[in-house]
């Protein structure tokens, strides 16, 4: 278990013995049960009086407990909220847990200490009607607000097919088209008096910069933005919700069209938490091929962010040699695993298949190639007047800031903070190599540009050490519930070849408990937090993506700055639609 570092002794010294209740957790996280009345005080020690204090409100999210089939012991509440917690200081997490009863209960709200935590708490009052007392604007945030339920709660229907049909006669129209009209006090914008010079200005949902399908409600005093509000939830489809109704093994194709641009990485960040439920220790073979896939898709993400980060400031040229590039990093993937954006080729304690003969001159192939391009587009683009012009003392937040908005990955390493999950939290080998963590001073959208080409590099890096030092060894771990299991031994004795057809067709059983995985992504960090009550699928799925909290933090770090900047910071924060919305 990570340790706490004394931090129960800490909190018993303070609030008294008899509050927290301790629960062990398959991830050995640090894990408290504590009263309702007590959560907001704990939370102010644990941000600002502890010694190497957990700055970090990484996530905090809701269980809906009424149906489960109880392991822990404690009080059959009927949700739980869970607050994730991290010091950078004690390179520690810990999860404090509060149990709520009643149909539709309420919480205090934390945004008076953490800002992030907004959205944290409104997605839960979407998702599950939880309320949180003195939050500023409770609302909707992933669902329409015609939305009739709260999807997350167990007795909302998972599939469209089992709701009630869609009545185009009655008040729902009416709703829908009354929905449509733009009040600015219902964004909690204030609206402009007669003598005023403000207006109101959409960027969206239908922009090439913003990448998707995404509203920016703007207030401007001219060109200057005096508030940006994100109007999110265009790409929201269930991806917690359809968890609950796949199996373990089947659930992991869903994971790839979260961050559709990082592939293979959203089905390691899911798998590191199954196994750690399971109990599955793979093989070192298993690591190092699951890295050099997760380096290349890196690669290949950076790559999009990096041609149509140019294409937003006004270059055109350089996405279709970027494009160009990326497509040889999917030449690589498809060889190997036979897709290529969504490969779906890592499993449950392992791999679908070896690495097939010739994919050591492929990788040589690409890494002999792509150093001299990079510095080729470093003289198109980082050294470009005009994107310099466009992209330094745009878009600053400091190091503090970063931390207090849930800020990860490239775009707190521009701030100076030399902060890598794949360093300091090493997961799926990632200690056995040698590589540096790009860092820049200024905070600003042309030192999270410098971050993300130097990690590119760092990554050829990575994948060079994988390709010369590939350990020999199977490709699956040799563990019972690893899907699918080995088929040669089904031929031996009709109770295996059961085995083999249930591992199959039902997917494994997971032993009750839960763990949270979390890793270096390609926009920062990402975690999947499992929840099993001892069943084929997973009983709450929970995905903590990097881009939900940095699109929080727009309005914080665009006020002041002109509508073209706007574009500029949107392009440097490297986010994806359905990483915010799942």
């Given at each position: 278990?990570?340790?706490g570092?004394?931090?129960?002794?800490?909190?018993?010294?303070?609030?008294?013995e008899?509050?927290f209740?301790?629960?062990?957790?398959?991830?050995?996280?640090?894990?408290?049960?504590?009263?309702?009345?007590?959560?907001?005080?704990?939370?102010a020690?644990l941000?600002?009086?502890?010694?190497?204090?957990f700055?970090?409100?990484?996530?905090?999210?809701?269980?809906?407990?009424?149906?489960?089939?109880?392991?822990?012991?404690?009080?059959?509440?009927?949700?739980?909220?869970?607050?994730?917690?991290?010091?950078?200081?004690?390179?520690?997490?810990?999860r404090l847990?509060?149990?709520?009863?009643?149909?539709?209960?309420?919480?205090p709200?934390?945004?008076?200490l953490?800002?992030?935590?907004?959205?944290?708490?409104?997605?839960?009052?979407?998702?599950?009607?939880?309320?949180?007392?003195?939050?500023?604007?409770?609302?909707?945030?992933?669902?329409?607000?015609?939305?009739?339920?709260h999807?997350?709660?167990?007795?909302?229907?998972?599939?469209?097919?089992?709701?009630?049909?869609?009545?185009?006669?009655?008040?729902?129209?009416?709703?829908?088209?009354a929905?449509?009209?733009?009040?600015?006090?219902?964004?909690?914008?204030?609206?402009?008096?007669?003598?005023?010079?403000?207006?109101?200005?959409?960027?969206?949902?239908?922009?090439?910069?913003?990448?998707?399908?995404?509203?920016?409600?703007?207030?401007?005093?001219?060109?200057?933005?005096?508030?940006?509000?994100?109007?999110?939830?265009?790409?929201?489809?269930?991806?917690?919700?359809?968890?609950?109704?796949?199996?373990?093994?089947?659930?992991?194709?869903?994971?790839?069209?979260?961050?559709?641009?990082?592939?293979?990485?959203?089905?390691?960040?899911?798998?590191?938490a199954?196994?750690?439920?399971?109990?599955?220790?793979?093989?070192?073979?298993?690591?190092?091929?699951?890295v050099?896939?997760?380096?290349?898709?890196?690669?290949?993400?950076?790559?999009?962010?990096?041609?149509?980060?140019?294409?937003?400031?006004g270059?055109?040229?350089?996405?279709?040699?970027?494009?160009?590039?990326?497509?040889?990093?999917?030449?690589?993937?498809?060889?190997?695993?036979?897709?290529?954006?969504?490969?779906?080729?890592?499993?449950?304690?392992g791999?679908?298949?070896?690495?097939?003969?010739?994919?050591?001159?492929?990788?040589?192939?690409?890494?002999?190639?792509?150093?001299k391009?990079?510095?080729?587009?470093?003289?198109?683009?980082?050294?470009?007047?005009?994107?310099?012009?466009?992209?330094?003392?745009?878009?600053?937040?400091?190091?503090?800031e970063?931390i207090?908005?849930?800020?990860?990955?490239?775009?707190?390493?521009?701030?100076?903070?030399?902060?890598?999950?794949?360093?300091?939290?090493p997961?799926?080998?990632?200690?056995?190599?040698?590589?540096?963590?790009?860092?820049?001073?200024?905070?600003?959208?042309?030192?999270?540009?410098?971050?993300?080409?130097?990690?590119?590099?760092?990554?050829?890096?990575?994948?060079e050490?994988?390709?010369?030092?590939?350990?020999?060894?199977?490709?699956?771990?040799?563990?019972?519930?690893?899907?699918?299991?080995?088929?040669?031994?089904t031929?031996?004795?009709?109770?295996?070849?059961?085995?083999?057809?249930?591992?199959?067709?039902?997917?494994?059983?997971?032993?009750p408990g839960e763990?949270?995985?979390?890793?270096e992504?390609?926009?920062?960090?990402?975690?999947?937090?499992?929840?099993?009550?001892?069943?084929?699928?997973?009983?709450?799925?929970r995905?903590?993506?990097?881009?939900?909290?940095?699109?929080?933090?727009?309005?914080?770090?665009?006020?002041?700055?002109?509508?073209?900047?706007?574009?500029s910071?949107?392009?440097?924060?490297?986010?994806?639609?359905?990483d915010?919305?799942?």
């Amino acid at each position: 278990m990570e340790n706490g570092s004394g931090i129960i002794e800490q909190l018993q010294a303070r609030f008294g013995e008899g509050i927290f209740k301790p629960q062990t957790t398959r991830d050995e996280i640090l894990t408290l049960w504590l009263p309702l009345d007590q959560i907001k005080p704990v939370l102010a020690f644990l941000k600002n009086e502890v010694a190497q204090p957990f700055r970090l409100l990484f996530d905090l999210t809701a269980l809906d407990e009424r149906t489960r089939k109880r392991d822990n012991g404690h009080a059959p509440y009927s949700f739980t909220l869970v607050y994730h917690l991290f010091s950078f200081g004690r390179n520690e997490f810990i999860r404090l847990k509060v149990g709520l009863t009643g149909e539709f209960p309420s919480a205090p709200s934390i945004t008076g200490l953490w800002a992030n935590a907004n959205w944290y708490e409104r997605e839960i009052f979407d998702m599950f009607g939880i309320k949180f007392d003195g939050h500023p604007h409770l609302s909707r945030i992933l669902m329409p607000r015609t939305w009739q339920g709260h999807p997350l709660r167990k007795e909302h229907p998972a599939r469209a097919t089992e709701m009630g049909p869609f009545q185009l006669y009655d008040d729902k129209q009416d709703r829908e088209q009354a929905a449509l009209q733009f009040r600015p006090e219902e964004w909690g914008l204030e609206r402009q008096s007669e003598d005023s010079d403000f207006m109101f200005l959409n960027i969206g949902p239908q922009h090439p910069g913003t990448h998707g399908v995404l509203r920016i409600i703007l207030q401007l005093d001219g060109e200057d933005i005096v508030d940006a509000i994100p109007d999110i939830g265009f790409h929201h489809r269930g991806a917690e919700k359809m968890g609950e109704r796949q199996s373990w093994h089947t659930y992991i194709p869903y994971t790839d069209r979260v961050d559709y641009l990082g592939g293979v990485m959203n089905n390691l960040a899911y798998l590191l938490a199954v196994e750690k439920l399971a109990g599955i220790e793979v093989p070192d073979r298993v690591k190092v091929i699951r890295v050099m896939l997760c380096e290349l898709f890196r690669i290949a993400s950076h790559l999009v962010w990096y041609g149509t980060f140019a294409q937003d400031i006004g270059q055109l040229s350089p996405v279709f040699y970027m494009f160009t590039d990326r497509e040889r990093v999917f030449d690589i993937v498809e060889a190997v695993c036979g897709g290529r954006m969504h490969p779906n080729w890592f499993r449950i304690g392992g791999v679908s298949q070896d690495l097939p003969i010739g994919w050591e001159r492929l990788v040589k192939n690409f890494l002999d190639y792509f150093p001299k391009k990079l510095k080729e587009y470093d003289n198109m683009v980082l050294r470009n007047s005009i994107f310099k012009a466009r992209t330094q003392g745009i878009g600053i937040f400091t190091l503090e800031e970063a931390i207090e908005w849930g800020v990860t990955g490239p775009n707190l390493r521009a701030c100076g903070f030399e902060w890598d999950f794949r360093k300091k939290r090493p997961y799926s080998g990632y200690e056995m190599f040698d590589f540096e963590v790009p860092t820049a001073t200024n905070g600003d959208c042309y030192d999270r540009a410098l971050v993300r080409v130097a990690e590119m590099r760092q990554s050829l890096r990575i994948i060079e050490q994988c390709m010369k030092n590939m350990p020999e060894g199977p490709y699956k771990a040799d563990h019972p519930l690893t899907t699918p299991p080995l088929k040669h031994r089904t031929m031996h004795d009709i109770e295996t070849l059961i085995t083999h057809f249930l591992g199959v067709s039902w997917g494994p059983v997971i032993p009750p408990g839960e763990a949270m995985s979390c890793i270096e992504a390609t926009k920062g960090a990402n975690g999947y937090y499992l929840t099993s009550d001892g069943n084929t699928s997973p009983y709450r799925v929970r995905i903590r993506t990097p881009s939900f909290p940095h699109m929080q933090m727009l309005p914080y770090i665009s006020k002041g700055y002109s509508v073209a900047d706007l574009l500029s910071i949107l392009g440097a924060m490297d986010y994806v639609l359905a990483d915010i919305d799942r």
